[in-house]
């Protein structure tokens, strides 16, 4: 199974960025959870959003309310959708599954919020 992070980038305070992760190798039908992490220069990686396979969803206080997370089972492909975007919003945000007791990790993008 490979997961396979896109769409960060730089952008202004109170921009949007929607990030996708695509999966290959087994089918998402099969992930019972995702979620997206981000990790914060000197800072520990921290859950941003989570969703389970009966799409019931749950977010950090922090982004509660500028942060959509989704998934599209028919295209293998967990999407975090990012509204009104905050400097303290950058950091490398991963995508993470879990399947069957595993665990898998993609590689990060980074997304950068300026001032």
């Known amino acids: 199974v490979q997961l396979q992070a896109s769409g960060g980038g730089l952008v202004q305070a109170g921009g949007s960025l929607r990030l996708s992760c695509a999966a290959s190798g087994r089918s998402m039908f099969t992930f019972g959870f995702m979620a997206w992490y981000r990790q914060a220069p000197g800072k520990q990686r921290e859950l941003v959003a989570s969703?389970?396979?009966?799409?019931?969803?749950n977010y950090a206080d922090s982004v509660q309310g500028r942060f959509t997370i989704s998934r599209d089972n028919a295209k293998n492909t967990l999407y975090l959708q990012m509204n009104s975007l905050k400097p303290e919003d950058t950091a490398v945000h991963y995508c993470h599954a879990e399947y069957y007791s595993r665990v898998q990790w993609g590689q990060g993008t980074e997304v950068t919020v300026s001032s």
């Open positions: 969703i389970t396979a009966r799409d019931s969803t």
